[in-house]
């Protein structure tokens, strides 16, 4: 269990936090991070996401995706055959996890949590 001082603030911070994609560190660390319960989306600052995005690209490297332009995302890729559903981007992408405390404590995001399928309608 992680202990976190409370303190007036009107966020919960448990402290920086290191940026990890997979396995490998994205070289972000003392990352400041609020949780919010109110809100449905993880936003990172510019060096985070640039990290973040630059990880997955390494990653993809040699996967059958292609990076494609899409009107409605900054990035977006395509496999051979459409995603169905967020379950087939476990086997392409990686989690993001976010190390807190020197690695004592972490939270760990599944792509299925942070990948968006978007249909293109004709």
Not at 8 to 16: A, L, N, V, W
Not at 21 to 50: P, R
Not at 69 to 82: F, H, I, M, N, R
Not at 91 to 110: Q, R, T
Request: charged share 20%.
């Amino acid at each position: 269990m992680q202990f976190s001082y409370f303190s007036t603030s009107k966020h919960y911070s448990p402290g920086p936090a290191e940026l990890v994609y997979g396995t490998k560190s994205t070289s972000v660390k003392g990352l400041i991070t609020i949780f919010d319960s109110g809100s449905s989306y993880t936003y990172f600052n510019l060096q985070a996401y640039q990290a973040f995005i630059s990880s997955i690209r390494k990653d993809l490297n040699g996967k059958p995706l292609k990076a494609v332009d899409d009107e409605t995302l900054p990035v977006c890729w395509k496999g051979k055959k459409p995603f169905k559903s967020l379950q087939d981007v476990k086997k392409y992408f990686s989690p993001v996890i976010l190390n807190f405390n020197g690695k004592k404590a972490k939270l760990v995001i599944p792509p299925e949590a942070y990948m968006i399928i978007t249909v293109r309608i004709a």
